[in-house]
C-alpha cells in the first residue's frame, strides 16, 4: 500500500507540472519520510485510541455496575423488610414478657419477704424456748458433770473396798439403797427390831451389783436419766432430805459411796429439772418443726424468685442482643438506602450519557479496527500532499483510499489527515491565533504539526506567519 501511494504521488505531480506548472520532487527520502510518520502516527494514535475507549468503557462499566447494584440494593432492602419487621415484633414481645417477668418477680419478692419476715419471727421464738429450756437444764447440768466427774475418779478397787464390808457404816447402806432403788433391784425383807416386824434389806441383794466394779461403773455412767420413772424418785426423795445422805457426811465414811451420794442425788435433781423442761422441750420440737416448714416454704419461695430473675436477666440478655440486631438491620438498610439513593442519581444523571458513551465504544473499537488504513492516508498526506492544491489532495485521498479497500486493509470512509489526527479544541485554538478557518489551511496546519521535516509556507497575504506567531 505505501508503495502504491509513492507511485500515485509521482503520477501526480507529473500531472501537477503539466496542469499547473508546479514542480513537486518525490525521492525515497519521501518514502523513508513516509514509513517513519506512519510508524510514530501509529504507536500514538492506537495509544490514544486505547486510552479513550478505555475511559469510556471505564464509565459505561461504572453505569452498568451501578445499574446492578440498585437492582441488588433493591433486593436486600426488600428482603430486609421482613427481617426488620420480624426484630421488632420479637423485640416488643419479649419486652412485653419482660414487663410480666418483673410484676411476677416483685410479687413473689414481697411474697418472700413476708415469708422470711415471719421465718425470723419463729426462728427468734423457737430460739427463746430453747434458751429457757437450756438454762433450767443448765442448773442441773454442773451437779452432773461433778458426779460424772467423781465417778470417773473412782477405780475397782474402791468399789471392791464397799463390796468388802461385812459391817458397813449407815452412810453406805444408805448409798446402796438409793442405788438399788435406782437400778430397780428389789430389797429383801428381813426381821426388824419389833417381833413380827418386817424391814427392806438392800445390803444383801446390793452385792450382785458390785461383783463386777467395772460393770456396775459402766452401768452408772450410761444410766438413762432421761427416763427416770416417777415411783423411782417418790422413793429416792426421803433419802435426798436425809442430813445424813449428803455427799460431806457420806465422805466421813467411804470415798467410793461419796461418788455414788453425788451421782444419786445429781440424778434426782436432772430428772425434776428435766420434768420441767419436758413441756419446753416438746414445744421446742413443734417450734422447730413448724420452723422447718416455714424455712422450706421460703427457700421454695426463694427458689422460685431466683428461677424468675433468672429469667428475667436471659430475657433481659436476649433484648439486648435483639435490639442490637434490629440496630443493625436498620443502620444496613438505612446505608444500603443512601447508596440506593446515590446510585440512582448517578443513573439519573448519567442516564442519557450511557447510550452516548456506548456508542463512543463502539465507535472507538471501530477506529482501533480501522487506525492502520487511517494513519496510512493521514502519514502520506502528511509526507507528500504539502505542495498540492486542495483538488490534488482530495483525488489522491479518494484514490488511496480505494486501494487500501482493495488490498483488504480495514479504513474509514472518508478519513483524512484531520480527521484522524486532528483535536477540534487544538485546532480552534488555531483559529483563534490567525489561522483561516477553511480546510486546507486546517490541513496545512496538521501537516506543519507532525511534518518530520521543516515546512516552507507559501504565504503571499501573511496568514501563516500572523498564526506563528
Known amino acids: 500500500s505505501c508503495v502504491n501511494l509513492q507511485q500515485s504521488v509521482l503520477t501526480a505531480s507529473q500531472r501537477f507540472l503539466s496542469e499547473l506548472g508546479r514542480m513537486n520532487y518525490v525521492t525515497p527520502t519521501s518514502y523513508l519520510t513516509l514509513l517513519t510518520i506512519f510508524r510514530k502516527m501509529l504507536g500514538k494514535k492506537k495509544a490514544a485510541l486505547a486510552e479513550d475507549r478505555n475511559r469510556m468503557a471505564t464509565g459505561l462499566e461504572k453505569l452498568l455496575s451501578a445499574a446492578q447494584e440498585v437492582e441488588d440494593l433493591q433486593e436486600e432492602l ?5 427481617m426488620l419487621k420480624e426484630a421488632q415484633i420479637e ?10 417477668d418483673k410484676e411476677v418477680a416483685q410479687v413473689t419478692a414481697e411474697q418472700v419477704g413476708k415469708e422470711e419476715e415471719e421465718a425470723n419471727v419463729k426462728a427468734k421464738a423457737t430460739q427463746e424456748i430453747a434458751d429457757d429450756a437450756q438454762r ?15 465417778l470417773k475418779s473412782l477405780n475397782k478397787g474402791d468399789v471392791t473396798e464397799v463390796k468388802a ?8 447402806r444408805l448409798v446402796m439403797e438409793t442405788v438399788c432403788i435406782m437400778q430397780g433391784v428389789k430389797p429383801k425383807k428381813v426381821a426388824g427390831e419389833k417381833p ?7 445390803w444383801s441383794v446390793s452385792g450382785p451389783l458390785l461383783k463386777d466394779p467395772q460393770r456396775f461403773l459402766d452401768s452408772l455412767f450410761n444410766f438413762d436419766k432421761d427416763n427416770i420413772p416417777d415411783k423411782v424418785i417418790a422413793k429416792i426423795e426421803p433419802y435426798i432430805v436425809n442430813e445424813n445422805f449428803t455427799p460431806a457426811a457420806i465422805e466421813k465414811v467411804s470415798k467410793a459411796c461419796t461418788s455414788i451420794c453425788k451421782w444419786v442425788r445429781a440424778m434426782h435433781k436432772f430428772h425434776h429439772v428435766a420434768k420441767n423442761v419436758e413441756p419446753k422441750r416438746q414445744r421446742l420440737a413443734a417450734a422447730k418443726a413448724d420452723l422447718d416448714i416455714t424455712m422450706k416454704q421460703l427457700a421454695d419461695a426463694k427458689g422460685r424468685l431466683k428461677e424468675v430473675n433468672d429469667r428475667i436477666s436471659d430475657m433481659e440478655a436476649k433484648f439486648e442482643a435483639m435490639v442490637t440486631k434490629k440496630q443493625q438491620l436498620e443502620d444496613k438498610a438505612e446505608e444500603c438506602g443512601l447508596k440506593l439513593q446515590r446510585a440512582e442519581k448517578l443513573i439519573f444523571l448519567l442516564g442519557d450519557e450511557k447510550v452516548r458513551w456506548k456508542e463512543s465504544v463502539e465507535r472507538f473499537n471501530e477506529l482501533i479496527k480501522n487506525v492502520v488504513g487511517d494513519i496510512v492516508v493521514a502519514a502520506g498526506t502528511v509526507a507528500y500532499l504539502g505542495p498540492f492544491t486542495e483538488e490534488y489532495r482530495a483525488n489522491l485521498c479518494e484514490s488511496w483510499r480505494a486501494d487500501l479497500g482493495s488490498l483488504g486493509v480495514p479504513h474509514t470512509q472518508g ?9 477540534p479544541l487544538e485546532i480552534r485554538d488555531w483559529q483563534i491565533y490567525g489561522l483561516p478557518k477553511d480546510s486546507m489551511s486546517v490541513d ?6 507532525y511534518s518530520e521535516r521543516w515546512p516552507l509556507f507559501i504565504d503571499p497575504q501573511g496568514q501563516a506567519n500572523k498564526w506563528i506567531r
Open 91 to 100: 423485640t416488643e414481645e419479649t419486652m412485653v414478657q419482660i414487663q410480666a
Open 78 to 82: 426488600t428482603e430486609m423488610q421482613p
Open 165 to 172: 464390808m461385812t459391817n458397813p457404816p449407815a452412810g453406805v
Open 415 to 423: 478519513a483524512t489527515l484531520v480527521s484522524t489526527l486532528s483535536d
Open 444 to 449: 496545512n496546519a496538521c501537516v506543519v504539526k
Open 136 to 150: 433450767d437444764l443448765d442448773e442441773a447440768l454442773p451437779a452432773l458433770d461433778a458426779a460424772v466427774t467423781s
Open 196 to 202: 413380827g416386824q418386817k424391814v427392806d434389806d438392800y
